[in-house]
């Protein structure tokens, strides 16, 4: 199983009140109060709710089963076997809901809108196969797509930013679903095994 839903921040939570917070797992409620940035606030609140859709969709209610910090702080559920991931990005959030370690991650075109800027990332993250891929096509979503993936890897992993991405290689080891926005948002979900025939987009 591989759920993956989408969805805009203004729609799912226009505003943090007691209505929304009620709705969210207690974590995420700490979480989201302990922010002091409105909009910051308003996106992991739709996070929450994002997810909170997902598990409805399998009859889990998430109130009703604790998340905790796993290895490498990731969160995780602590009593039932389903894995998930959450990402957001400008008025973009996502969610993954799968039966074993998924990472997703969301992020704009706008990212990398400064072309020297990119090539010189770029030219820090990517293995050498990657860029010999990079250089055979080196616009912003070629970019984009190598970013996504490798921000999806370390969270599938649950290594997070703290591992050197010039290490992640994304053309070998691992599964990736894909899709790029009409609003400009690509997002790329990873897990260890292939799942993009039973991938289900919601």
């Not at 989201?32 to 996106?43: A, D, H, I, T």
């Not at 905790?68 to 957001?88: A, C, M, R, T």
């Not at 090539?119 to 080196?138: A, C, D, G, S």
């Not at 930013?161 to 979900?189: N, P």
């Amino acid at each position: 199983m591989l759920n993956i839903y989408t969805g805009h921040v203004s729609a799912l939570c226009p505003q943090v009140n007691d209505r929304v917070l009620e709705q969210l797992s207690e974590s995420r409620r700490k979480r989201v109060l302990s922010m002091r940035n409105e909009q910051g606030k308003c996106q992991s609140a739709a996070a929450g709710l994002l997810l909170k859709r997902a598990l409805g969709d399998v009859d889990v209610d998430i109130q009703a089963h604790s998340i905790v910090q796993g290895e490498h702080g990731k969160p995780v559920f602590k009593d039932i076997p389903l894995y998930f991931n959450l990402s957001h990005a400008g008025d973009c959030v996502v969610c993954a809901l799968a039966d074993e370690p998924v990472g997703i991650d969301v992020e704009h075109l706008s990212r990398f809108e400064k072309r020297i800027q990119c090539e010189r990332f770029m030219e820090r993250i990517l293995t050498e196969e990657e860029k010999y891929l990079w250089k055979q096509n080196m616009t912003v979503e070629t970019a984009l797509g190598f970013w996504t993936r490798k921000e999806s890897y370390v969270k599938m992993t649950g290594k997070g930013l703290t591992c050197d991405f010039k290490s992640v290689d994304t053309l070998h080891g691992a599964c990736y679903v894909e899709e790029m926005t009409g609003d400009g948002y690509r997002i790329s979900v990873c897990t260890e095994k292939e799942k993009s025939a039973e991938a289900t987009w919601m």
